[in-house]
């Protein structure tokens, strides 16, 4: 998709406010008619710009209170071990973000896990036993100071 417009911008700034605004509501706070604005936000996903809905639940609440900040040294940057790492790593069930880095590491995740024996479990478990690791640091989060969705939608940015 080419640069967003003012439309688009003030389409996606409400979407992140409000995820759940019916089509109608949305139109009228962007200046649209409906089937324009549903045409809009038609071209938006489809080419990515917004990535989907859904709410966000509170790690806390399912009982994963814990956040581990784990990066992750493999053996090499040949493109079939990096590959094959992250098919392996999608099948985490804990794992809730994973890059591939430049730098010291080849990839930081973010974990989640109930508490310090959980993350022993998911550790030997999944985080060891995925292909071509050699080496594993893990740093436990104490406090939580920011978690954003997304970075606020500026006209200045665009």
Request: aromatic residues 6%; charged residues 25%.
């Amino acid at each position: 998709m080419n640069k967003l417009d003012a439309i688009d911008i003030a389409i996606a700034r409400t979407l992140q406010q409000d995820g759940r605004i019916s089509n109608a509501n949305l139109a009228d706070k962007v200046g649209l008619s409906p089937s324009a604005c549903s045409r809009r936000l038609d071209i938006l996903e489809k080419s990515g710009v917004v990535r989907g809905y859904y709410a966000r639940i509170s790690n806390n609440a399912l009982n994963h209170g814990m956040t581990v900040i784990v990066q992750i040294s493999l053996s090499g940057q040949f493109g079939k071990t990096l590959s094959e790492f992250e098919v392996a790593v999608r099948r985490c069930p804990n794992v809730l973000v994973c890059y591939l880095m430049s730098g010291e590491y080849d990839y930081v995740l973010r974990v989640a896990a109930r508490d310090l024996q959980d993350y022993e479990r998911i550790h030997k478990e999944w985080l060891s036993a995925l292909p071509h690791v050699v080496k594993i640091n893990s740093s436990f989060a104490l406090r939580e100071v920011v978690d954003r969705p997304n970075i606020d939608i500026d006209m200045h940015d665009s």
